[in-house]
């Protein structure tokens, strides 16, 4: 017996305890910090680039501050995964934080995710760390390694969020996830499926009954079917500061699954040829990139991979080639997945907040014989097709400079019946919409919302 049930079976003092005790538990509970919040949680999960990464042995960071948008001059490499970890976690690095800001020499000041944590805040919300959750927080934010495949950060996701519904005692959860980007695929799935892992969420025909509700999912600039910007970044690596900046060459961004996942599934007909005439490719079969010299299969890559002297990390060729297979298998599956309807009893409810349209964007590629018979792949920003308003009418779209109009939409028919309203369109390139004042604004009038209509 507690001394506090002792107590409480001695008179006189049995009736005047029982009438406080309670409030002095509340009272200590809220100084504490103890007490369970009423609000629902708002999570944030950041896109591609937006979690800060961390060397697990050294703390040293690899991405996440303002030098490394010019250094070290290593291709990236040092952000490569080895090809043969898949969808395992890697031993060498971790997501430790979300990105706030990019500061660099009192040049560039860059806010990322730091307004939209500062307006939460602002409303009350009380931040913590889904890594040991506790029961008055409200806020959160989900680092999570942006390379790695999307399924598998969702199930680290739900762990977090697991922990949290334990930390408050309750049998479900009911969260609030505010998603940007490619951040919109982890939380899409996570609310069709959970934390399952691919094959299980296959082979299931309902969703899991895993103490977890999403109650609302706020899509910000997320390319729903995907983006033909991936397969540029793919085939050519991705520049960061014109002409001074660092660059990640294609064999690194060729070891993050997370990129694959994110090509185009909202259209079939992606190619056409010098003339304008649609060219039949399936971007999913690994003999395409070969055929087309995408990625790590260019000449310029095979002789960059060559002289690195990096073999354990890419691979020979064969491996290469295994891996490609693999990666756009599991990104055919998964963005299958998200296609799916998933016979929903209570279903989110879905905001989508989007470029205004006024953003051509890539949506198809040209392919081309060069001058030496040599395939070549041309996108939107390539000048022999912006200065061809034929093909730049057939190849670019309007959308947010990555994701098309058409590409945002793309959700299952039980997705599309969730929505609530129509998509809220501001002015924005895609990594910046959503700092746009009139998304803020909404953020706020959607993370309040439990009862607007449809």
């Known amino acids: 017996m507690s001394f506090v049930e002792d107590l409480l079976k001695r008179p006189p003092i049995c009736r005047r305890l029982r009438a406080v005790l309670p409030a ?50 290593d291709g990236g490499y040092v952000l490569a995964r080895p090809l043969g970890l898949r969808i395992s976690p890697s031993s060498r690095v971790e997501a430790s934080s979300v990105l706030e800001e990019l500061r660099l020499a009192g040049v560039i000041h860059k806010p990322v995710y730091g307004p939209i944590i500062r307006l939460l805040e602002g409303e009350g919300y009380r931040r913590g760390d889904l890594r040991d959750p506790k029961a008055h927080e409200d806020f959160f934010l989900f680092p999570w390694d942006w390379r790695q495949d999307h399924a598998y950060a969702a199930a680290r996701l739900a762990e977090g969020l697991d922990a949290l519904r334990r930390a408050r005692s309750q049998d479900t959860l009911r969260v609030t996830l505010i998603c940007q980007s490619s951040g919109g695929h982890v939380c899409r799935y996570l609310a069709k499926y959970g934390g399952a892992a691919l094959e299980e969420a296959e082979s299931q025909d309902t969703p899991p ?83 087309y010299g995408w990625s790590v299969f260019s000449s310029k890559a095979r002789e960059r991979l060559a002289r690195s002297g990096a073999p354990g990390l890419f691979g020979e060729e064969d491996e290469r080639v295994e891996y490609l297979r693999w990666a756009l298998d599991r990104a055919k599956r998964f963005q299958a997945l998200l296609e799916r309807n998933v016979g929903w009893t209570n279903p989110p409810r879905y905001y989508l907040i989007q470029n205004d349209q006024d953003r051509l964007t890539p949506d198809r590629a040209v392919l081309q014989r060069g001058r030496k018979g040599a395939w070549e792949t041309l996108f939107a920003s390539d000048s022999a097709v912006k200065n061809s308003s034929r093909l730049r009418n057939l190849v670019a779209g309007l959308g947010d400079g990555h994701a098309t109009v058409d590409s945002q939409l793309w959700l299952s028919p039980e997705e599309k019946e969730a929505l609530v309203g129509e998509p809220l369109y501001v002015r924005g390139d895609h990594f910046d919409l959503i700092l746009n004042p009139a998304a803020m604004e909404a953020l706020v009038e959607f993370t309040r919302d439990e009862s607007r209509p449809r």
């Open 209 to 291: 009954r895993s103490g977890l509700e999403v109650g609302r999912l706020i899509l910000v600039g997320t390319a729903n079917g995907g983006s033909i910007r991936n397969l540029r970044e793919l085939d050519r690596g991705r520049n960061y500061l014109a002409m001074v900046g660092r660059k990640w060459e294609p064999e690194t961004l060729f070891t993050f699954p997370s990129l694959f996942q994110d090509l185009p599934r909202y259209r079939s007909d992606l190619f056409v040829d010098g003339d304008g005439a649609s060219v039949a490719v399936d971007l999913y079969d690994a003999d395409s990139w070969l055929r």
């Open 24 to 73: 002095a538990f509340l009272f200590a509970s809220a100084v504490f910090g103890g007490a369970v919040s009423t609000r629902t949680p708002v999570i944030i999960v950041p896109g591609v680039t937006g979690s800060v990464l961390e060397e697990k042995s050294t703390g040293n960071v690899i991405w996440g501050v303002g030098t490394n948008l010019l250094r070290p001059r």
